[in-house]
């Protein structure tokens, strides 16, 4: 009985250590969004990635615009789809 316990109590464990790793993963990813590619007077802009900084600023290409996160992606939104 005591090892069953014991069993269970490491699986339990481990099970809760693999995803609170995953957790991470996704919190740092959703500062980001992904703007599709679009044509503006034949001229065409590729896809982009637009992340929010800890300034709270758009960094594209990990440059920050100086223009915040928030007007960024409104501002490529109505050019582009963004998700």
Sequence with gaps: ??????????????TFVACSDDDGDKKSNSNC????AYTI???TA???TIC??????AFINNQDT???YTSA????EMM???N
Excluded at 52 to 57: A, I, R, T
């Design 41 to 43: 007077q034949g001229v």
């Design 52 to 57: 929010k900084g800890e300034n709270g600023n």
């Design 80 to 82: 582009t789809d963004c």
């Design 73 to 76: 992606v409104e501002a490529m």
């Design 33 to 36: 969004v992904t703007c599709d």
């Design 1 to 14: 009985m005591k090892k069953l316990i014991l069993s269970m109590a490491l699986l339990a464990g481990m």
């Design 46 to 48: 590729p896809e982009q």
């Design 66 to 68: 100086g223009m915040s």
